[in-house]
């Protein structure tokens, strides 16, 4: 057996995407499946990023990107150019999440603002906002399981 040091980091991290990464077209169906997904965009990232995925009617996939990226600590997102993506892709739901390079997944009080105000922003264009992952390393916070977004 293989000792897992010994794997280049490269290789784990392509080998985690072909696990783990949904494509367009594929069903995300819990808060972990879709952590797993959003995972390989922050692989080796010392910055933060902010990524949204795009979902239909019964939750498939259209696409998944990367919106913003910033610095060690914050990442700018611009409402109406997500709400224009949104609406463009012709989404009826999203998931956003965002990376804390400092390794605690704990959301922020910006984090917490920017889930409600998006969440009333998409509620609006008749737009579900299904969740906000904030993922740090391995581990993850699901802002839906902790019960920042209800309908």
């Known amino acids: 057996m293989t000792q897992l040091s010994t794997i280049p980091d490269d ?3 392509q080998e985690y995407k072909d696990r783990f990464y949904i494509r367009p077209g594929k069903q995300i169906t ?3 499946q879709a952590q797993h997904h959003l995972a390989s965009f922050f692989e080796k990232n ?3 990023r902010f990524v949204v995925v795009y979902l239909s009617s019964c939750n498939k ?3 998944t990107e990367v919106i913003s990226e910033g ?3 914050k990442a700018h997102i611009y409402a109406r150019e997500l709400l224009r993506k949104t609406l463009d892709l012709n989404a009826a739901a999203i998931i956003v999440s965002h990376n804390h390079p400092s390794g605690n ?3 922020s ?3 917490i603002e920017l889930t409600r105000t998006l969440k009333d ?3 609006l264009m008749e737009v579900a906002l299904l969740d906000h992952i904030i993922i740090a390393g391995d581990q993850y916070i699901s802002l839906s399981d902790r019960g920042y977004i209800t309908y």
Request: aromatic share 0%; hydrophobic share 40%; no cysteine.
């Open 30 to 32: 819990n808060p972990l």
């Open 109 to 111: 009080r910006e984090d």
């Open 11 to 13: 290789l784990l991290i």
């Open 105 to 107: 997944p704990e959301p």
């Open 121 to 123: 922003l998409l509620k």
């Open 46 to 48: 010392e910055r933060e």
């Open 61 to 63: 996939v259209i696409k």
């Open 71 to 73: 610095t060690i600590s």
